[in-house]
């Protein structure tokens, strides 16, 4: 099933306001997921839907939330997510970001009590449009042992770096600094299919490539003990510095539904005026992506891509032929949509 991006944003509103948030905020929170989707990420896109719909009835996320900043120190901001769904608490937090950036030269925000977000790439990429060089991190439930270790202790910790070029192609650094994100584990195991070897390990900290049995166990750290010390200093900066909760204390998004998951998010921006002429970055960057292009090739490589080059060509695929729902996805919002007296097909 395909679906056009703006008829999905539309069917992600209605489901939300069904369940008591208001439009305006619901039109934010469905903008983050069908970005996600329209750039290949399903596993932070519309996927996460049913299970935000889930904690809103019971109680674990607040549909009313407001969030509001609660202190302010020149460029830097210390927000309340007053435990609103992720993507409305950092769609707030990464704006905020911006315009402090744009007025100080640089912008930096701490939210705190949030909860499960979706794509980090987003918002690091608020700003890119106004010249801003933007960053996003945030922590998340425990899904990692610290290196050596065989319990689950911190999240992914994802981070994300956005740098505008001027040509319409930005540069987006995206990841988790587990191998690979919780999501497509998920999905995988939604979808019966084997996992690639190593991207997850059983309860006693073997690998595995079954999906479920990795789903009980853990995420295996991006690039071993160095993924592993990134993952606990963003869930540093991000739980600790704005007062939400860290380590093995962050709620899980799948269980424990009635209870806030106190996730914390950090944001930044870098207006690239303070710096340089915004016209001067952008010719040099143009120039930069040039020659990464035209590096020599090894053997079999057809083309090299900049980090987000390939997400931004799913993106005009997406504009052009709509966006592709996998049928465990489908049936998922389907099955949410009846729950709503909604219907999928009607936004297709």
């Known amino acids: 099933m395909r679906v056009q991006e703006d008829g999905l944003k539309e069917f992600v509103t209605a489901v939300l306001t069904r369940v008591g948030v208001t439009e305006d905020k619901a039109r934010n929170a469905a903008e ?14 519309v996927s ?18 407001d969030p509001k900043i609660v202190s302010r120190t020149g460029g830097i901001c210390k927000i309340d997510g007053e435990n609103a769904m992720g993507p409305i608490a950092g769609h707030f937090g990464a704006e905020t970001a911006v315009r402090n950036a744009l007025e100080n030269g640089i912008g930096l925000t701490a939210v705190g009590n949030s909860n499960h977000f979706g794509v980090t790439a987003f918002y690091s990429m608020k700003g890119l449009d106004r010249g ?10 425990p899904t990692m042992a610290p290196w050596g270790g065989k319990k689950a202790m911190v999240g992914t910790s994802p981070l994300s770096i956005a740098v505008p070029t001027g040509s319409g192609l930005p540069l ?27 991207w997850a390990l059983d309860r006693e900290g073997r690998e595995t490539r079954d999906p479920e049995t990795a789903l009980q166990g853990l995420l295996s750290p ?28 962050v709620g899980h998004l799948y269980s424990g539904l009635d209870t806030p998951q106190r996730i914390g998010h950090v944001f930044g921006g870098i207006k690239i005026e303070a710096f340089m002429k915004v016209e001067e970055f952008y010719t040099i960057m143009n120039d930069y992506v040039h020659a990464v292009h035209d590096c020599p090739r090894a053997e079999g490589v057809d083309r090299i ?44």
């Open 132 to 141: 801003i060089i933007g960053f996003a991190m945030s922590n998340a439930n």
């Open 172 to 198: 987006v650094v995206d990841m988790a600094s587990s191998l690979v994100a919780r999501g497509k584990i998920l999905l995988a195991a939604q979808a019966g299919k084997e996992l690639p070897a190593g």
């Open 305 to 348: 891509y900049m980090p987000g080059e390939i997400e931004y060509l799913k993106t005009l695929e997406a504009k052009a032929d709509g966006i592709k729902l996998s049928e465990a996805i489908q049936k998922d919002l389907e099955a949410t949509a009846e729950e709503l007296d909604l219907s999928l097909a009607a936004y297709a």
């Open 222 to 249: 991006m690039g071993g003990p160095k993924g592993s010390g990134l993952a606990l200093i963003i869930d540093i900066l991000c739980g600790v510095l704005s007062g939400s909760k860290w380590l093995t204390d």
């Open 32 to 45: 983050v997921l069908v970005f996600a989707d329209s750039r290949g990420i399903e596993s932070h896109g």
């Open 48 to 65: 996460k839907l049913p299970i935000y719909v889930q904690r809103i009835k019971a109680g674990g996320i607040n549909p009313a939330a």
